[in-house]
């Protein structure tokens, strides 16, 4: 069984660029979320996707944005960098809501820096 | 509406002895507790999780958190400190209703172990 994965580990960008980061899903996990950690933070909720589609979302912005796969991958978009954006970002998977007890299961992360 | 409370952002112990970390809960409906821990530059493991049930759970590493309802905490415990146990740890809540499991963490607790 392989777990959840994420690439890129490290990337570099600067002020209004944008970036793209992207997840594999734990093997048999349908639904996907991602989390952004700022440093010396707890991880906070971004958003979730089920059957390829958003289903839950925090306080982030517009310019923060996502897409599921059929093959439940996923993608995490940033528009318009600023320097705050600077974080861990973590992708985690779980099972469906039938099959699941509320524990992710977390990558780990791609860590963003904004110059 | 859910939040997490851990006392104390850093705390040290020596190695063998006992290590405490406290967490208070708050949320209007029964909560799923966990405990994750995360290792410098690696993503977040799970260390043990309450949902339903015996209100004393066991984890990996040797750590057991007990949930105490009337006094809305779920603090980790383990009887003997070892080295390897460095990491900071994030208590978290969540809950059962609905399919958007969002997780809220608190800032953690890093745990440093004195030789």
């Known amino acids: 069984e392989t777990g959840v994965t994420q690439s890129p580990t490290h990337l570099i960008k600067t002020r209004g660029q944008q970036v793209t980061l992207r997840c594999s899903s734990q093997?048999?996990?349908?639904?996907v979320s991602w989390y952004q950690q700022a440093l010396g933070q707890g991880p906070q909720f971004i958003f979730q996707?089920?059957?390829?589609?958003?289903?839950g979302r925090g306080n982030f912005p517009p310019r923060f944005s996502g897409l599921q796969f059929p093959n439940y991958s996923s993608e995490l978009n940033v528009n318009a960098l600023e320097l705050d954006d600077s974080a861990l970002y973590l992708c985690a998977s779980r099972p469906s809501a039938g099959r699941s007890t509320g524990e992710l299961f977390f990558g780990e992360g791609s860590r963003l820096t904004v110059l | 509406a859910q939040s997490v409370t851990q006392l104390g952002s850093h705390v040290s112990v020596s190695e063998g002895a006992l290590v405490l970390l406290r967490c208070n809960y708050s949320?209007?409906?029964?909560?799923?507790l966990f405990w994750y821990v995360q290792y410098p530059n690696q993503g977040l493991q799970l260390l043990l999780k309450y949902t339903t049930g015996a209100t004393l759970v066991k984890g990996i590493n040797g750590f057991e958190a007990e949930f105490k309802k009337s006094e809305t905490s779920f603090h980790l415990t383990k009887p003997s400190a070892h080295m390897s146990d460095a990491a900071e740890y994030f208590c978290v809540v969540t809950h059962s209703g609905g399919s958007n499991y969002k997780l809220t963490f608190g800032k953690g607790t890093l745990l440093t172990v004195n030789p």
């Open positions: 949320s209007s409906v029964p909560p799923y």
């Open positions: 996707y089920y059957r390829e589609e958003e289903n």
């Open positions: 093997s048999g996990h349908n639904t």
